[in-house]
Nanobody, 125 residues
């Protein structure tokens, strides 16, 4: 059974930074695409960033481009999301996801078989 566990969320002032981590247990995910999604109160879940397996191609939603960076440490089976220049509108529960197989990244949540429980990120103005 595969389990994804996020950490690193918290409260930060606007303009600050946070780094989220997502550790996978149960199997190596080094060749599988991974992603981060977020859901703000009263809003639908939205795609944030994704990274492909093998070649580590990345893709970001426009509002976070240039501010967020997705990366992975395959040796430790960890997916990261470095967030900088945070804004109040970035406040949400952030969840990591990984594909069961396949190196291609996707912005569609249905492409991902494994999900973490989510970690709260709150940005104060």
């Amino acid at each position: 059974q595969v389990q994804l566990v996020e950490s690193g969320g918290g409260l930060v002032q606007a303009g600050g930074s946070l780094k989220l981590s997502c550790t996978a247990f149960g199997r190596a995910l080094s060749d599988a695409a991974g992603a981060w999604f977020r859901q703000a109160p009263g809003k639908a879940r939205e795609f944030v960033a994704a990274i492909s397996g093998k070649f580590e191609t990345t893709y970001y939603t426009y509002p976070v481009k240039g501010r967020f960076n997705i990366s992975r440490d395959n040796a430790k089976n960890v997916l990261f999301l470095q967030m900088s220049s945070l804004k109040p509108e970035d406040t949400a529960i952030y969840s990591c996801a990984a594909r069961a197989s396949g190196i291609s990244l996707s912005t569609n949540p249905d492409a991902y078989a494994y999900w973490g429980q989510g970690t709260q990120v709150t940005v104060s103005s």
